[in-house]
């Protein structure tokens, strides 16, 4: 029966009556709460206490100022936040999955969220349930209702059952009615939440919460001391509590968790505008030490634009345009078998569903025929799905010329099973010597770099309950075609920037060997010294002797899933860090087992994609280079903010205690720690996070650091908060020396936020020039000119002397602490530079890989 499915005028009126088909999520995130969020840390508390105190001793000036730093800090960690949760927001909207439907009579495939009652689905093995529906039509159709029962074994399903919304089609193919969407479904009654891209504690979070308990031990240490000697010397109660929260609040960075989550949101949402969607934003830090790529060939390496150019039949080959090829007698069997033994289906001249298949048809289309003709005349009775072990797809077929048993497969394979083959005058026994007459054929045609189909059919007396072994035996071959799928014009460059990046690629195909080598040399995968390594030889191979050849094949071809999981297996055993492409329900495995599984936008079944971390829109290999780019990018930025942070704060500390331990007053004030953290520190690492991509990212090798700061990290920190500290205790020293308190903290308090800018162009320029266009170009890097800008205003309009305590310090006072404190970074940034050129230390310049 003929199914024309809904109009797309009906769809549009229905999708208007029932809204789309998503499950309306409950928000947790709305902007006031993000904003009163704000105020939840104890020490932003404690802080509003020290201003309610302030305003009960008639300290209204300072408890004011406090007040409105908590604040601006509020509204600052406000719009931070919010905007990760609409970045994520659309992070989650790009991951929608596509459904095929019939639509105004034409094969379509649109966005799952668009599905309306009364859409006609086409589902297959691999694909997960978009909405509930009534099955019209199925094929060996078994479903995983895991989600849903809870019971892990596939559920045989037949016509007139129940499909439910996130469940998976395990095996066989459907033709279903939507009956509910959305909410309406049995998911939505019971609330099921979907949720494509999770907010999980990241490894690197992980890491964070072991320094951040380091640092609130400081914080509290710091604090002790501080009341300790204030206490001893009789200070004001007030200002002690004050100085020990301040103290508390600069060991501790507030701004560290705002700056890790708008970090990891913008970053993946900059990947996936690029085509790379996180579905984990744990793998972020992973990308950066992935040491292999091992990719698919077909719609990764290569445009998986399949077009028939070349056809082998009755002994002899033909261009698919020949016009001799129009008067075969046999043509039109070969076109039968294609247009039959398959799943998908045209719209016009494009394609819905696998591209190989999409193939066949328009090679009937180009010769004058329309596919489903072939459909209309005939009853499907049996279908064998495409099987990866033996490589063949086969269908029982029932029409007014008899049953037959038509299918396709790759060419050997197909060889193996048929006992004749198609001549010019007839069909005629297969001998040995016609067999390698054939496999000289299809040998040459995948010498070319076309993937080979081969196609042959029986006549049978059909019976129910027949195995597939018992279907797919004692063919006629009738012939094969050369499919020509061109690589990808980007993938060369993008396999040299791999190499250069230190990752090698390796492929891994279901395809011949002769077609994926052809492939792997004009892509510059494969080299002179480089192998080939077949799944049969694969088979014979123990683990021993596989990982002594493993390090130089480059090229898989005729790998079985299980071969693939192997190879990822024996890859991470001798130490590599492995991404592994996968789009079919087989390579869910691999995509599990890999460090980083990536599945196929365009092409990947949903299995694929919920077994993987990261989901790659436009299949193509380029982009995943791409996307390890960016992971170390946003990797490398996270990492210098929070190097910042720390740096900053623990000079911070350490200035403070060092001149209480001298018997000074405390030479910074309450507010000026306060401003410091709370508004100053804030924006520098959000620059720093914000860092535009380095040129020579892909120039270093992978990382290879499990703890979060390497040996020289650690070394760099000690460094620049001990001269922070030095030069602030200088300066505080320097007015300290004319008897004026309000002086010598004027000068401290400038001299630390001046050498606060010097630590932020340290990390901001790493290992590049200031000078050069690459530093240039970030905007950010003016930054500290403003902020030093601010403080000039600070101590030289009066207007902010009595807000922030702080006097007018004379000019050639400043211009010693400023002196001072540049010679001794500039001295500091010279042995740096010169530990980098000795090599001795992995923050260094990027180092081309061999």
């Not at 902007?31 to 020490?43: A, E, M, V």
């Not at 091992?294 to 016009?323: P, Y």
């Not at 000026?672 to 860092?691: E, F, Q, R």
């Not at 030289?796 to 009595?802: D, E, I, S």
Request: charged share 20%; glycine share 8%; proline share 3%.
């Amino acid at each position: 029966m003929k199914r024309l499915g809904l109009t797309n005028k009906e769809a549009q009126a229905l999708l208007s009556r029932f809204g789309r088909n998503e499950l309306i999520q409950q928000s947790k995130t709305t902007p006031l709460t993000i904003f009163l969020g704000q105020f939840k840390s104890p020490l932003v508390i404690i802080l509003l206490i020290a201003t309610a105190a302030s305003a009960l001793l008639g300290d209204f000036l300072e408890g004011g100022l406090i007040l409105s730093i908590v604040i601006l800090n509020a509204m600052l960690g406000f719009a931070q936040e919010f905007k990760a949760e609409k970045a994520l927001a659309a992070l989650k909207r790009m991951a929608v999955s596509r459904v095929r439907v019939l639509r105004d009579g034409l094969h379509q495939e649109i966005d799952s969220t668009l599905l309306v009652p009364g859409d006609l689905v086409f589902l297959e093995e691999g694909n997960k349930v978009p909405a509930d529906c009534k099955i019209l039509e199925s094929m060996h159709l078994e479903v995983n209702e895991s989600s849903l029962t809870g019971e892990s074994m596939p559920i045989e399903k037949h016509a007139d059952g129940e499909l439910y919304l996130g469940t998976v089609v395990a095996r066989g193919r459907v033709t279903a009615r939507v009956t509910a969407t959305g909410m309406q479904t049995r998911f939505g009654s019971i609330a099921a939440k979907l949720a494509l891209i999770e907010k999980e504690e990241t490894p690197l979070e992980k890491k964070l919460s072991g320094v951040a308990k380091q640092l609130g031990f400081l914080a509290l240490a710091s604090a002790g001391v501080i009341l300790t000697i204030g206490i001893l010397k009789h200070n004001p109660f007030l200002e002690i509590v004050l100085t020990a929260i301040s103290l508390a609040v600069a060991a501790v960075p507030e701004g560290l968790p705002a700056v890790i989550t708008i970090t990891l949101a913008l970053g993946s949402e900059r990947m996936a505008k690029k085509g790379a969607v996180l579905r984990k934003l744990s793998a972020i830090e992973t990308l950066g030490s992935i040491t292999v790529i091992a990719t698919d060939k077909t719609g990764t390496l290569t445009k998986n634009e399949m077009r028939v150019t070349d056809i082998w039949l009755a002994g002899s080959s033909f261009s698919a345009h020949d016009s001799t090829l129009q008067r075969s007698k046999n043509l039109s069997l070969l076109l039968k078998i294609g247009a039959l033994c398959n799943n998908a289906s045209l719209s016009g001249h494009t394609v819905i569903g696998d591209q190989t298949e999409g193939s066949l048809l328009l090679l009937a289309k180009d010769c004058g025929i329309n596919p489903d003709r072939y459909k209309d005349d005939g009853t499907l009775l049996e279908e064998f799905a495409f099987d990866a072990v033996t490589k063949t797809m086969s269908v029982v077929w029932k029409d007014a010329t008899g049953t037959h048993v038509f299918a396709k497969g790759a060419p050997e394979s197909m060889l193996d099973r048929s006992e004749r083959f198609l001549t010019k005058t007839g069909e005629k026994p297969l001998t040995a010597k016609n067999r390698e007459v054939i496999r000289a054929a299809f040998s040459k045609f995948a010498g070319e770099g076309l993937r080979v189909l081969a196609l042959a059919y029986h006549k049978t007396p059909w019976k129910n309950g027949l195995s597939k072994e018992q279907t797919e035996a004692d063919f006629t071959f009738v012939g094969f075609v050369g499919i020509a799928d061109p690589h990808r014009a980007e993938v060369p460059a993008a396999i040299r920037m791999a190499q250069d990046a230190g990752i090698r690629t390796i492929m891994i195909t279901g395809d011949n060997e002769l077609t994926a080598a052809a492939i792997a040399q004009k892509i510059g995968l494969l080299k002179a010294r480089d192998t080939v390594l077949t799944g049969t030889q694969i088979h014979t191979l123990s683990d021993e002797a596989f990982l002594k050849i493993l390090p130089g094949t480059r090229v898989f071809a005729r790998t079985t899933p299980e071969q693939k999981l192997r190879i990822v297996e024996l890859l991470q055993k001798s130490g590599q860090i492995v991404a592994v492409t996968g789009d079919g329900v087989n390579d869910a495995l691999a995509l599990k087992q890999a460090n980083v599984g990536v599945a196929m936008g365009l092409t990947g079944t949903d299995v694929a994609k919920e077994a993987a971390e990261m989901v790659i829109t436009d299949d193509n290999y380029a982009t995943l280079v791409e996307a390890i780019a960016e992971g170390r990018v946003i990797y490398d930025n996270m990492k210098s903010a929070i190097k910042y942070l720390i740096g900053c704060n623990v000079g911070e500390v350490i200035a403070i205690v060092g001149g209480s331990l001298l018997g000074w007053p405390f030479i910074l004030a309450p507010i000026h720690i306060l401003y410091m953290n709370l508004v100053i520190d804030g924006l520098p690492a959000i620059a720093l996070a914000l860092t535009p991509r380095h040129h020579a990212i892909m120039q270093r090798k992978p990382r290879t650091d499990t703890n979060l700061f390497t040996r020289f990290d650690l070394r760099w920190i000690v460094e620049v908060s001990s001269l922070t500290a030095v030069t602030t205790i200088f300066a505080f020293w320097l007015g300290w020396q004319r008897g004026d308190t309000m002086l010598a903290r004027t000068l401290a308090f400038s001299v630390i936020i001046l050498a606060q800018q010097f630590i932020f162009w340290d990390v901001a320029v790493a290992d590049r020039s200031f000078f050069t266009k690459h530093t240039l170009k970030n905007a950010w890097i003016l930054l500290p000119i403003v902020i030093i800008a601010v403080q000039v205003s600070l101590m030289y309009v009066p207007l902010f002397n009595p807000l922030f305590s702080l006097a007018t310090p004379p000019i050639y006072l400043l211009g010693i602490a400023t002196i001072a404190s540049s010679i001794m970074f500039l001295v500091a940034e010279s042995r740096k530079k010169f530990l980098e050129y000795r090599g001795q230390t992995s923050d260094g310049p990027p180092k081309r890989s061999n």
